[in-house]
């Protein structure tokens, strides 16, 4: 069973278009994240969702709107998509008052803007 | 400062051998947690172990375990018994407090290559 899932696990798109990555979890976790891993393997916090709200933005652009319509569910909207989102997405969760807060990592979605 | 500090991009080691991969953090919490996840090439993060900051032993795991200096702030990986799948990326992470949105902040990563 997959735990964290992630679609699509790649996206080639357009500078200046639209996407969305979809992000679903069937753990029964009350938060969940998206990270950005950029060229050189850094990954950085970008948003962090508990119980459907959210709780950190790590300014991030605005074109970045991260959608929760559940708890199960995270998604991440990116408008006018321009060359340095190119990276790879990771969608995680955890439960908040676990002793360890294990974050659980999605399969990661490949975005290369042109 | 640096949050996370991880001072090897790079390293090898022979098979059947163990290896220490380094950590330092820098946090003026006193409830804090410190990960390691494994990514392989084929991209995925892969849970390793943890550590809280209360914790009174050193965290393992199978052939994982944790060298947790609290007073010189490092949490350094070793593993035992290195296997050729060991290869890969490997990150420190943090989580300060208990309500910080448990975000984690990462290292740079240590690519480690095990030679048959």
């Known amino acids: 069973d997959t735990a964290v899932s992630q679609t699509p696990k790649y996206l080639v798109t357009q500078m200046g278009n639209d996407k969305s990555i979809k992000c679903e979890q069937n753990l029964g976790h009350d938060t969940m994240y998206w990270y950005k891993q950029d060229s050189k393997k850094f990954l950085k916090i970008m948003f962090s969702y508990n119980n459907k709200e959210l709780i950190i933005n790590e300014t991030v652009p605005n074109r970045f709107s991260p959608k929760s319509p559940d708890k199960a569910h995270l998604n991440l909207h990116i408008n006018s998509l321009e060359l340095g989102d190119s990276a790879v997405y990771f969608c995680a969760s955890s439960e908040m008052t676990s002793a360890d807060n294990e974050q659980f990592f999605g399969p990661g979605t490949r975005l290369t803007v042109l | 400062a640096q949050k996370i500090t991880q001072t090897q991009p790079g390293m090898f080691v022979q098979e059947k051998e163990a290896v220490t991969l380094d950590c330092t953090y820098d946090t003026s919490d006193p409830s804090y947690g410190l990960f390691w996840y494994k990514q392989p090439s084929s991209g995925e993060m892969i849970f390793l172990i943890y550590?809280?900051?209360?914790?009174?032993q050193n965290a393992t795991e199978g052939r994982y375990s944790l060298n947790f200096q609290k007073a010189r702030k490092s949490a350094n990986l070793v593993i035992s018994a290195s296997q050729l799948g060991d290869s890969a990326m490997y990150f420190c992470?943090?989580?300060?407090?208990?309500?910080?949105?448990?975000?984690?902040?990462f290292g740079g990563g240590t690519r480690l290559m095990v030679k048959p």
């Open positions: 992470a943090m989580r300060e407090g208990r309500n910080a949105g448990n975000m984690l902040t």
């Open positions: 550590q809280g900051s209360y914790d009174q």
